[in-house]
């Protein structure tokens, strides 16, 4: 298969517009990181039009080397005291219903960044009563008492990616473990919170393998899945296996919903926070309610 050429399913939009331009100044004001950003996200100029960023807390500098994840890998600078406000008041000023934000993973803290994920947490329920608050956090190494002190600052939905087959997690995600992943979810489920999680197609896994994650996601009884293509983010980055065809995506989105899992978004463009707010509306009730009007407002 020619992995060169990207398929006519995964063009995407190219940001353009005042909602866009919006989002960025937002963005950039609040001196704010996002994953849209840091990882090449293809569906940048749709989201960042229709409103949308995903916002990645506790700075752009990764302690892990996973190799599909174009963010920097490095010593990252101490955590910033005053983020947590900074990313409440862009929630506000996005007038989101459903927000989402996720992290670097942060290994050199003690606490993983659990403190500071509780704080945000708690700065945008503070600010934005109304708004439901999806989190996508790192594994925290199983420590479950760091999930403990990011569970009691009520997020309302648990999103960790388990990102790929159990056979590829060491050569695709490095340091982190397939069990020890599906241990975090079943935690957060275990007390009573909404979860989520996500899988590449791409990455060198088989047919089998990709039905048997399936099945564990299932077992873990996780609700909501989203399932993309996996895309190489610079040639140092773990090449592409091969393209997954639409048809595959909803064979998928079949499988999954049969098995019992309430929301399965699969699809070439579906990110973990792709469309997040109506993925996530039959558990949340909350609904998109952003504008350009109110994105442009002080
Ligand atoms: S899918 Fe997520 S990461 Fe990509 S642009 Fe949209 S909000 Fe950002």
């Known amino acids: 298969m020619d992995t060169t050429r990207k398929p006519s399913w995964l063009r995407a939009k190219l940001p353009s517009g005042p909602g866009y331009a919006a989002t960025r100044g937002l963005v950039d004001g609040h001196q704010l990181h996002t994953v849209c950003q840091s990882a090449q996200c293809p569906n940048l100029g749709e989201c960042w039009s229709r409103g949308t960023a995903t916002v990645m807390i506790l700075g752009n500098i990764c302690t892990r080397s ?79 008492e760091l999930v403990d002190t990011v569970l009691a600052a009520k997020p309302d939905i648990y999103n960790h990616n388990l990102e790929t087959v159990e056979r590829l997690q060491k050569p695709v995600r490095v340091q982190a473990r397939y069990d020890r992943s599906r241990a975090v979810l079943r935690h957060a489920k275990g007390r009573g919170f909404v979860t989520k999680t996500g899988i ?29 293509q996996y895309l190489q983010p610079s040639p140092q980055h773990r090449p592409i296996a091969r393209w997954a065809p639409p048809e595959e995506f909803a064979h998928w989105r079949e499988f999954g919903l049969g098995l019992g899992l309430g929301v399965v978004e699969s699809g070439p463009l579906v990110r973990s926070s792709y469309h997040a707010d109506e ?13 350009v009007n109110a994105l442009a407002s002080p």
């Open 200 to 228: 590449m197609l791409g990455l060198g896994e088989e047919r089998h393998e990709i039905e048997q994650t399936i099945r564990d996601i299932a077992a873990d009884q996780t609700n909501i899945l989203t399932i993309g």
């Open 66 to 144: 996973c190799q599909f994840c174009a963010i920097e890998t490095g010593r990252p600078a101490a955590p910033d005291l005053g983020e947590p406000a900074r990313v409440a008041d862009a929630v506000a000023r996005m007038n989101l219903r459903h927000c989402v934000v996720t992290s670097v993973a942060r290994d050199e803290l003690a606490d993983g960044g659990a403190g500071a994920w509780a704080a945000t947490i708690r700065a945008i329920r503070h600010r934005n009563p109304l708004t439901a608050i999806e989190v996508l956090v790192p594994d925290f190494k199983g420590q479950l």
């Open 279 to 291: 993925q996530s509306q039959k558990y949340t009730g909350a609904e998109h309610l952003n504008t």
